[in-house]
């Protein structure tokens, strides 16, 4: 079958979209119910449809005919008709209705057709203007909660999450280094910020060996993954703007600072251009201060903050390389992708010395939670592979946990004869989100109190550019996580980031506990520890602050102790 070079991601999003057309059109009700089966499934897919055969089509639950052709279809044309006649039926703006959190198909469809709204501009407009409680289904609560979701949408246009734009930034970067010219990335990037809103590099004109617009057109020629635009260049893949930006070297090294600092860093250390003295590090100790790398050049940064780092706090920063092991994963025992042993051993060939399993608890039924049977069953498998890596002189083990569930009283999933049974428990809050700060406090609280909590797993709930996290006091929160030894974990996936590096600065000065989790649903989210890491560093956490830089033997101690 010739492939159109579709991702598989791609592909599942078009079955997905095509259910909810269908739905909000009152298509047969089968049909739309086998096309939504069919997109929760295809998730779980590794292989490329493409190479996938007839015989295995019949194993994906949900994937009947109609889907299998749609499939075929798009990957030898790059779309599929049914879909095409749908999206032809359906304004612009009622698609992007659908896309807007708390809004399914009859609702939009509602909002369309009875009350002839078919933009978000002109919902959004509907919203403020309280038209939408006049609807059957709709109250006031209801309308709130839709216009705060189209104004986080506004609000995060524009940007990008940065482990989207990374290796684009990557393989640029490889090409300029293979170069014998000087040059720098600048702006958001530079400073390793979670989102940003364009990938923005310095070169020094005067050190190519060519004219800077055969440069350009060299750059250009170079990547497929670049795309001409009004202003410049996009990288196609994401439409994130793509800006060169030239200097002479007697000007460089000023306009690489000043363009790699945050301008409430430059206003914090009282910089201004005639304070320039030549390079970074003497303009900054002219300034009273001492080398800050461009990763902590945010206007949040003070003098006491590093002073409580001490000196040369550079090259205690955590590192990538000093992760030890790997914490808060999930496994096919919940919403997995990779077996227990799967993910164990993958962890042990990127050279971890340990694994935390923790799969989602039993009140989390939409993401399969263990029953207290299945919980158990799998603590089996764990001790049956810890024997064997003792039998083969291994120094790697699995540590048993889970995910639970905060309840909506602040009580953990399971009772206190299962718990005990665990090495490590990370408590999070995932139901009723939409809660007072006073809810949600009383929830955290209330669980980190609890002593068979060992983590408190993404504090606020956020999903970055997709989903604002429910209200916190920060501090409180920290504090408590300080008088009852339990650690904070800073979540590695891209889109939650969660705790915010913001709040990390009190809880570094607390001296609490940093767990980078990659909170990984398959072996390959093992790589996001890289993304949380550098999080980590915009804050310049020492080594000794995060939990899962300690080795076998002292995370071992270290969860005995506690229990």
């Given at each position: 079958?010739?492939?159109?070079?579709?991702?598989?991601?791609?592909?599942?999003?078009?079955?997905?979209?095509?259910?909810?057309?269908?739905?909000?059109?009152?298509?047969?009700?089968?049909?739309?119910?086998?096309?939504?089966?069919?997109?929760?499934?295809?998730?779980?897919?590794?292989?490329?449809?493409?190479?996938?055969?007839?015989?295995?089509?019949?194993?994906?639950?949900?994937?009947?005919?109609?889907?299998?052709?749609?499939?075929?279809?798009?990957?030898?044309?790059?779309?599929?008709?049914?879909?095409?006649?749908?999206?032809?039926?359906?304004?612009?703006?009622?698609?992007?209705?659908?896309?807007?959190?708390?809004?399914?198909?009859?609702?939009v469809s509602l909002i369309w057709r009875d009350l002839g709204i078919d933009t978000v501009e002109l919902l959004f407009e509907a919203c403020r203007e309280n038209r939408l409680v006049e609807a059957k289904g709709f109250g006031v609560k209801t309308q709130q909660e839709i216009l705060k979701n189209i104004e986080f949408g506004f609000a995060s246009?524009?940007?990008?999450?940065?482990?989207?734009?990374?290796?684009?930034?990557?393989?640029?970067?490889?090409?300029?280094?293979?170069?014998?010219?000087?040059?720098?990335?600048?702006?958001?990037?530079?400073?390793?910020?979670e989102v940003v809103n364009s990938l923005e590099?310095?070169?020094?004109?005067?050190?190519?060996l060519i004219p800077w617009t055969a440069f350009i057109a060299e750059l250009r020629a170079s990547f497929d993954f670049i795309d001409d635009a009004e202003d410049g260049m996009v990288i196609a893949d994401t439409g994130t703007p793509?800006?060169?930006?030239?200097?002479?070297?007697?000007?460089?090294?000023?306009?690489?600072?000043?363009?790699?600092?945050?301008s409430g860093f430059l206003s914090t250390i009282n910089y201004s251009n005639e304070?320039?003295?030549?390079?970074?590090?003497?303009?900054?100790?002219?300034?009273?201060?001492?080398?800050?790398?461009?990763?902590?050049?945010?206007g949040e940064v003070s003098l006491d903050y590093l002073n409580h780092l001490g000196a040369d706090f550079t090259n205690r920063i955590i590192q990538v390389r000093d992760l030890r092991g790997c914490l808060h994963n999930h496994t096919t025992y919940s919403d997995g992708l990779n077996t227990l042993f799967e993910m164990a051993d993958y962890a042990q060939q990127l050279g971890l010395q340990y694994f935390g399993v923790c799969d989602h608890s039993q009140s989390a039924t939409?993401?399969?939670?263990?029953?207290?049977?299945?919980?158990?069953?799998?603590l089996d498998e764990i001790s049956m592979y810890n024997q064997r890596m003792i039998a083969e002189g291994k120094s790697f083990r699995i540590l048993s946990g889970i995910e639970s569930d905060i309840l909506g009283n602040g009580d953990l999933d399971y009772p206190d004869e299962i718990l005990e049974q665990l090495d490590l428990v990370v408590a999070s809050i995932h139901s009723n989100l939409s809660m007072t700060e006073e809810k949600s406090m009383s929830r955290l609280l209330s669980a980190i109190?609890?002593?068979?909590?060992?983590?408190?797993?993404?504090?606020?709930?956020?999903?970055?550019?997709?989903?604002?996290?429910?209200?916190?006091?920060?501090?409180?929160?920290?504090?408590?996580?300080?008088?009852n030894g339990v650690a904070i974990e800073l979540n590695a996936h891209p889109y939650r980031l969660?705790?915010?590096?913001?709040?990390?600065?009190?809880?570094?000065?607390?001296?609490?506990?940093?767990?980078?989790?990659?909170?990984?649903?398959?072996?390959?989210?093992?790589?996001?520890?890289?993304?949380?890491?550098?999080?980590?560093?915009?804050?310049?956490?020492?080594?000794?602050?995060?939990?899962?830089?300690?080795?076998?033997?002292?995370?071992?101690?270290?969860?005995?102790?506690?229990?």
């Open positions: 079958m010739e492939s159109r070079n579709l991702s598989n991601d791609s592909i599942v999003k078009a079955i997905g979209l095509y259910a909810k057309l269908a739905e909000l059109h009152e298509e047969n009700p089968f049909k739309v119910k086998a096309f939504n089966s069919a997109a929760f499934n295809l998730k779980k897919v590794r292989q490329p449809f493409c190479e996938l055969s007839d015989q295995q089509w019949k194993t994906i639950p949900g994937a009947g005919k109609s889907v299998v052709d749609s499939i075929k279809e798009m990957l030898e044309t790059g779309s599929f008709l049914a879909l095409n006649n749908l999206f032809a039926q359906t304004p612009e703006g009622v698609v992007a209705m659908l896309k807007i959190k708390g809004l399914g198909p009859k609702k246009g524009g940007f990008w999450h940065y482990a989207k734009v990374w290796p684009y930034a990557e393989a640029v970067k490889e090409y300029l280094n293979e170069h014998n010219f000087r040059w720098t990335f600048l702006g958001d990037y530079s400073r390793q910020l590099l310095l070169i020094d004109e005067q050190s190519l793509l800006r060169f930006y030239s200097a002479v070297t007697s000007e460089f090294l000023r306009i690489k600072f000043e363009q790699t600092s945050s304070k320039w003295i030549g390079n970074e590090q003497e303009t900054l100790t002219n300034l009273g201060w001492p080398w800050v790398p461009a990763f902590m050049r945010e939409y993401a399969n939670g263990l029953r207290e049977d299945q919980l158990l069953k799998q109190e609890n002593p068979y909590t060992t983590i408190l797993g993404h504090m606020t709930g956020r999903l970055l550019l997709l989903r604002q996290g429910y209200p916190v006091n920060h501090r409180k929160i920290i504090d408590a996580c300080v008088a969660d705790i915010d590096w913001r709040e990390l600065y009190y809880a570094v000065e607390k001296g609490v506990m940093i767990s980078i989790n990659p909170d990984a649903h398959q072996v390959e989210g093992f790589q996001d520890m890289y993304f949380g890491t550098l999080i980590a560093q915009k804050v310049g956490i020492p080594k000794k602050n995060v939990l899962n830089a300690m080795d076998l033997n002292e995370i071992t101690r270290y969860l005995r102790d506690r229990k």
